[in-house]
């Protein structure tokens, strides 16, 4: 299980990278900050799961900074 939840959260900052690199979305879009915050949320919680302390700390901190990042670009937008 820890497997599929770390296939799919690497899958998902992948995405983002990609969409990314050939233009299709910006590192301040939205959507791009989600793909990452929720990938590197199952990638920390996979991490977790087979004790890698510190993959855990790498995904953690790429969660907290794409949730801040997120956070920051909601409060410009209210």
Do not use: A, H, K, R
């Given at each position: 299980m820890a497997?599929?939840?770390g296939y799919i959260?690497?899958?998902?900052i992948l995405l983002a990278y990609?969409?990314?690199v050939y233009g299709k979305l910006s590192?301040?879009?939205s959507l791009y900050l989600?793909?990452?915050l929720v990938g590197a949320g199952l990638a920390?919680?996979?991490?977790i799961l087979i004790q890698s302390i510190?993959?855990?700390i790498l995904e953690g901190a790429w969660a907290?900074?794409?949730l801040l990042a997120l956070w920051k670009n909601h409060r410009k937008v209210s």
């Open positions: 497997d599929l939840i959260g690497v899958f998902l990609f969409l990314s590192q301040s879009d989600i793909l990452n920390c919680i996979s991490s510190p993959f855990t907290l900074v794409s």
